[in-house]
T-cell receptor, first 114, second 116 residues
Framework: GENVEQHPSTLSVQEGDSAVIKCTYS??????FPWYKQELGKRPQLIID?????GEKKDQRIAVTLNKTAKHFSLHITETQPEDSAVYFCAASHADNQGGKLIFGQGTELSVKP | EAGVAQSPRYKIIEKRQSVAFWCNPISGHATLYWYQQILGQGPKLLIQFQNNGVVDDSQLPKDRFSAERLKGVDSTLKIQPAKLEDSAVYLC??????????????FGNGTRLTVT
C-alpha cells in the first residue's frame, strides 16, 4: 500500500527565514497531495494542495512543488512568522472513482523563533 | 458553513470498557472518514463511508472497533473492549464527493481518548 515519509520531524527557524518540509511517496498512481497544518490541540486544516498535472503551486507565502519522477513533494514557507509554528502533515492519495485513502506523513513540528 | 461536529471532546475510560464517539459531518458532504491520531504521529484512516455504505475499512481493527453511518449523515465509532494502545485522538472528517480531486477533507476537533 501507499507509504508517505516526511522529513524533518522537527524544524526550527528564525522569524523571516524560509522553511522547507519534504515528503516522499511510494504509490506511483498517487495524484493528489495536500498539506495540513495542525496547531496544538486543534484540528488539521488544509493549507494548500497540488494535483499530479501541476509541478508547482503558490499561495502567498506558501508554495508546494511536486516531482512525479522522483515521487517527492515539498512545502516551502517564506518569510516565516511566529504564527506559522505548528505541526505540518503532508498526505498523498490516488483519487479516482473507486475512492482512495488519504495517507499522511508522520508530521513536522515547525517552530518559528521571534 | 458549520464545520464537522464531534462529541465528546474528551473521554477517559479503563481498559476493557466500551466507548462511543459521535460525528456530524458538514451538511451535504457524502463522504465521511474516521481517523486515529496517536500522539506524535500522522492521522491513520480507520474507515471511510460514502453515504451510508463502507468504502474502505481495511485498517479498522474489527475485533474491537465498529462504525456505522445510519441514513448517510451522522456516524458513530465504537470501541469494545478498549485497550491501552487505543489512547489517541479520534478525528472525523468529511468531504463533498467520493474522490479527493476537488474535495478537501474537513476535520472535526476530534475526541481525545485516554485508556487507563
Amino acid at each position: 500500500g501507499e507509504n508517505v515519509e516526511q522529513h524533518p520531524s522537527t524544524l526550527s527557524v528564525q522569524e523571516g527565514d524560509s522553511a522547507v518540509i519534504k515528503c516522499t511517496y511510494s504509490d506511483s498512481a498517487s495524484n493528489y497531495f495536500p498539506w495540513y497544518k495542525q496547531e496544538l490541540g486543534k484540528r488539521p486544516q488544509l493549507i494548500i494542495d497540488i494535483r499530479s498535472n501541476v509541478g508547482e503551486k503558490k499561495d502567498q507565502r506558501i508554495a508546494v512543488t511536486l516531482n512525479k519522477t522522483a515521487k517527492h513533494f515539498s512545502l516551502h514557507i517564506t518569510e516565516t512568522q511566529p504564527e506559522d509554528s505548528a505541526v505540518y502533515f503532508c498526505a498523498a492519495s490516488h483519487a479516482d472513482n473507486q475512492g482512495g485513502k488519504l495517507i499522511f506523513g508522520q508530521g513536522t513540528e515547525l517552530s518559528v523563533k521571534p | 458553513e458549520a464545520g464537522v461536529a464531534q462529541s465528546p471532546r474528551y473521554k477517559i475510560i479503563e481498559k476493557r470498557q466500551s466507548v462511543a464517539f459521535w460525528c456530524n459531518p458538514i451538511s451535504g458532504h457524502a463522504t465521511l472518514y474516521w481517523y486515529q491520531q496517536i500522539l506524535g504521529q500522522g492521522p491513520k484512516l480507520l474507515i471511510q463511508f460514502q453515504n451510508n455504505g463502507v468504502v474502505d475499512d481495511s485498517q479498522l481493527p474489527k475485533d474491537r472497533f465498529s462504525a456505522e453511518r445510519l441514513k448517510g449523515v451522522d456516524s458513530t465509532l465504537k470501541i469494545q473492549p478498549a485497550k491501552l494502545e487505543d489512547s489517541a485522538v479520534y478525528l472525523c472528517a468529511s468531504s463533498q464527493r467520493h474522490t479527493y480531486y476537488n474535495s478537501p477533507l474537513h476535520f472535526g476537533n476530534g475526541t481525545r481518548l485516554t485508556v487507563t
